[in-house]
């Protein structure tokens, strides 16, 4: 029998393999998932400090579930930039596993800013509110203005945030408008905005359903746009000059 004839009854077993082995993922995902937020939130407990918690996201857990689904990740640019000040993260997103990828790029602790509903979901919503992530709650404009004067205290006491500016995750790859929140977080605080693009997170999990593909996922870092000095109404203009600089930094 030659390799031709061989091909085409591969076909069909490599089309009955990836789905079963998303699933095994999927399964590794959860579980793995679930025993990191347990052993964090104990860690948590024990130690009453967020700082070795948030680490284990990113020297345990993130590098675990990029390992699980067969990518390589790729940091560009992390050496310039002085991780030491305060600074809210501004990225791109095309995938949930960008989360994975900005912990374990990011050497110091990150906190991401999240929708409200997150709070509610099990055990991300649990580890979320224990590490100190920041909800932010659109309909209530009110208790949005209490929070955003919480957030912008702990970027002046040392904080780093990160946020996903578009609001939600990219269907065609394409970079859309970058919502003001949280550049106006940074002006208020008066901390630097640092624009990062993440390139080929969705070739690995596409932003629907969970179809998992090897591949490479790069982050790569801008530069520092500075805040200090700038009007308080300077958001839009902010959020543009983000926008430009990741999209710049993708096509790079």
């Not at 995938?95 to 602790?109: E, G, K, Y």
């Not at 269907?171 to 970058?178: I, P």
């Not at 839009?236 to 790079?252: F, G, I, K, M």
Request: net charge positive; glycine share 8%; proline share 8%.
């Amino acid at each position: 029998m030659s390799v031709t004839d061989l091909a085409p009854r591969a076909a069909p077993l490599a089309r009955l393999g990836w789905p079963l082995l998303n699933a095994l993922q999927l399964l590794f995902t959860l579980l793995w998932t679930a025993g990191g937020i347990s052993l964090a939130l104990l860690v948590l407990v024990l130690t009453r400090r967020r700082t070795l918690p948030l680490r284990m996201a990113s020297r345990l857990w993130a590098p675990g579930l990029l390992r699980g689904a067969g990518a390589r990740l790729v940091v560009e640019g992390a050496d310039a930039v002085d991780w030491s000040r305060p600074m809210v993260l501004v990225a791109n997103h095309q995938s949930i596993i960008d989360i994975c990828a900005l912990f374990r790029a990011v050497p110091v602790p990150l906190r991401f800013v999240q929708k409200q509903e997150m709070q509610r979901v099990p055990f991300v919503g649990w580890y979320a509110r224990a590490m100190g992530m920041v909800f932010l709650d659109r309909a209530n404009p009110r208790a949005a203005r209490r929070s955003l004067l919480a957030v912008v205290e702990r970027l002046r006491q040392g904080e780093t945030l990160c946020a996903f500016p578009e609001g939600t995750r990219s269907r065609d790859g394409r970079v859309g408008a970058f919502k003001t929140g949280p550049f106006q977080l940074a002006l208020e605080a008066g901390v630097p905005v640092l624009p990062v693009a993440i390139a080929g997170s969705g070739a690995v999990l596409p932003p629907a359903g969970f179809r998992v593909r090897p591949g490479v996922i790069r982050v790569r870092f801008g530069t520092p746009i500075e805040t200090a000095g700038r009007s308080p109404d300077a958001r839009q203009a902010l959020a543009r000059e983000a926008q430009a600089q990741v999209v710049a930094l993708l096509q790079r």
